[in-house]
């Protein structure tokens, strides 16, 4: 079956580390999404990503990086300088056109302890 | 400024009642319309979309969307609701002239017995 993974389900961070988010997809699509969602708000955009070897920062890039090495990997980094990183982290893909379909991930629960 | 609208936060709905969420857009082209539905925990999965063509678009599960350019409206309708359908609902906007899709903070919809 097609789909996207991401993984882990939950994740725990301490203070002062660096975390990645897992994100894989096996539906040929060009361009990969990261974003962020917080509860009563709606999806911010992290980074995305059209291609292979190249990405943009969203809207609340600071404090994450990323890295797209292979078509189907798009893995999110959640550094120690987002000070705030608790919230639902969501990846997603599309053909890679403007304005084509997202389709989304399970997502990753991320928790600070 | 690009932005979507989803006035409730929550709604109420009766099973087998008719539903109706409603969306408003601020984009500066033409849009891209999107309506997509979250269970707790769960990734975004796709109800239906908009391009172009007919106004009125049929999509999963027995939901449909009318387009009204003159209202920037998109919004979402459902002739009976079953407990099934209780989630969080998100509609988006973009285009042709970008990656990015601008979601709304979304409506959460709690069905009745």
Redesign the interface.
């Known amino acids: 079956d097609g789909g996207i993974t991401q993984s882990p389900k939950y994740l725990f961070r301490k203070e002062g580390q660096n975390v990645t988010l897992s994100c894989e997809q096996n539906l040929n699509h060009d361009a990969m999404y990261w974003y962020r969602q917080d509860p009563g708000q709606g999806l911010r955009l992290i980074y995305y990503s059209q291609i292979v070897n190249d990405f943009q920062k969203g809207d609340i890039a600071e404090g994450y990086s990323v890295s797209r090495e292979k078509k189907e990997s798009f893995p999110l980094t959640v550094t120690s300088a987002q000070k705030n990183p608790t919230a639902f982290y969501l990846c997603a893909s599309s053909l890679g056109a403007r304005g084509e379909t997202q389709y989304f991930g399970p997502g990753t629960r991320l928790l600070v302890l | 400024a690009q932005s ?1 609208t989803q006035p409730d ?1 929550h709604i109420t709905v009766s099973e087998g009642a008719s539903l109706e969420l409603r969306c408003n857009y601020s984009y500066g082209a033409t849009p ?1 319309l ?1 309506w ?1 539905v979250q269970s707790p ?6 109800l239906l ?1 908009y ?1 172009s063509g007919d106004t009125l678009v049929q999509g999963i599960k027995g939901f449909e969307a009318e387009f009204k350019r003159s209202q920037s409206s998109f919004n979402l309708r459902k002739p009976s609701v079953h407990w099934s359908d209780a989630a969080e609902y ?1 509609c988006a906007v ?8 601008i ?4 409506t959460r919809l709690l069905v009745r017995p």
């Open positions: 979507v936060i891209y999107f997509y925990g769960q990734g975004l999965q796709l979309k391009f998100f973009g285009g042709d002239s970008s990656y990015k899709l979601f709304g903070s979304g």
